[in-house]
């Protein structure tokens, strides 16, 4: 994507503003290529004719060239929450927290069920099963079915 000198200044300054409320805020989740976020955004514009879509592209290249938060952008779910209009203080409030679900799971618990139940399964091989591992990177798999494995062999 080809960006302005305006733009490369704002995605500068912008990572600045990130590294700065990373250390005020005490953030202290480590990066890890699999963790989700969403993005919840208030845009508070200076006009009317603006579209907040346009603004993702660079806030969150901003936020992924920091790598504190996250190491790339692609598990980014960004939500516009509201749109104002506020000629006197234009901004973009954001609110960053990491999704419940893992991979296919809607939430930890019900990963661990499912893995708990993988731990009998000839296949596991100490976590390197790749049906299990497709399901945590979230990969729509038959196999998969709820908390369900349609491949589960007990060991014996």
Known sequence: ??????????????????????????????????????????????RVDKDPNNYFKLLLDAITDTQLIWIDDNIVCERVQAIYYDTANPRIELTICPVDYIGVFDNQEQLEQFESNCTCCTRYKGGRCSILNKAVEGRIQDEVAGLECKKFKLKG
């Open 1 to 46: 994507m080809y960006e302005t000198a305006e733009a490369k200044k704002y995605k500068k300054d912008f990572a600045l503003h990130i590294r700065e409320q990373v250390k005020k805020q005490g953030y202290s989740l480590v990066p890890n290529k699999m963790q989700h976020f969403y993005v919840d955004c208030i845009f508070f514009f200076d």
